[in-house]
């Protein structure tokens, strides 16, 4: 039996917990952090140590965001997303939990997703806690800085643009928190930051009782993720893996395929019982 036909056996089964990361993404128009090589793009991604402690370093943050937001904004979901929520629909998939913070998944009609590492669609104020939508910080930010311009060379899977000339930086315009003046961060889990406990507790509660975990587009290089492939093969939960390029958690999955997850999970959903 090739890998295809049992993993299409397999989700047949129903209670199938997707795992998606940066790989699903891409056929968006989103570059993931690695590539089928599985070396990391350049990048040099905000830690939350740095944002935290530094007006410098959020006005960086937030130049670069300004840029790498409209091509996150601009992003549609994939054949590989459709095909997601189509299982959902079907009801193979029991949950998603997805390690990216496009909003993509839901966008295409999936429902109840957990966003492990939150979603840029929404801001957190630091001081008060007040969450508000990204698009209205958009509209504030361009309102501030009306004459600024750049390009980005390169946008990030968290929606960080590569910007690095130093003055254009420098002549950016942050703003605060409307309510109560506080540091505005956007609504994830940046590097140097913990995810939850509440929110990786029940990852890990589904990771157990799922039928399947089915891993789309993840390296699986960092532990945030990885953690939950490892939970599931020690609670004996069959674990697939479809991704361009080997991943960390190889060694723990029933089967792995290398192919383009779009094709890919199209042609699942055309297998699976309607």
């Known amino acids: 039996m090739s890998p295809f036909d049992l993993l299409a056996d397999l989700v047949a089964d129903g209670g199938v917990v ?5 790989g699903l993404s891409t056929e968006s128009g989103i570059p993931d952090y690695r590539g089928p090589s599985g070396r990391r793009r350049p990048s040099s991604p905000m830690t939350y140590q740095d944002f935290t402690g530094s007006a410098a370093a ?3 943050y937030w130049a670069r965001s300004h840029l790498g937001w409209r091509h996150i904004e601009r992003a ?3 054949p590989g997303h459709r095909a997601v929520a189509r299982l959902q629909e079907l009801g193979l998939v029991s949950a998603i939990i997805t390690q990216n913070v496009d909003g993509l998944h839901q966008e295409a009609g999936a429902g109840d997703v957990i966003e492990l590492h939150g979603s840029l669609y929404r ?24 004459d600024w311009a750049a390009d980005a060379t390169q946008v990030n899977p ?11 930086i420098d002549g950016f315009a942050v703003v605060d928190c409307e309510g109560c003046g506080g540091v505005l961060k956007p609504d994830v ?11 990786v507790a029940e990852c890990y509660t589904l990771s157990e009782r799922a039928g399947l975990l089915l891993v789309l587009g993840s390296s699986l290089t960092v532990l945030s993720g990885y953690r939950f492939v490892r939970h ?10 479809v991704n361009q390029g080997a991943t960390r958690g190889d060694e723990h999955a029933r089967l792995t395929l290398d192919a383009p997850l779009g094709d890919t999970l199209t042609n699942l959903v055309s297998r699976c019982p309607t």
Do not use: K
Not at 158 to 168: K, M, Q, R, V
Not at 234 to 240: E, G, L, N, S, Y
């Open 18 to 22: 997707v795992l998606s990361g940066a």
């Open 76 to 78: 549609r979901p994939n």
């Open 189 to 199: 889990i940046f590097f140097g930051e913990n995810v939850p406990p509440p929110r």
């Open 232 to 241: 599931a093969a020690r609670h004996a939960v069959p674990v697939a893996i």
């Open 158 to 168: 968290d929606g960080d643009a590569n910007l690095e000339d130093s003055l254009i």
């Open 58 to 60: 959020r006005r960086r």
């Open 123 to 146: 801001v957190r104020c630091l001081s008060c806690g007040e969450r508000t939508p990204r698009a209205r910080l958009d509209a504030r930010l361009s309102a501030a800085n009306p």
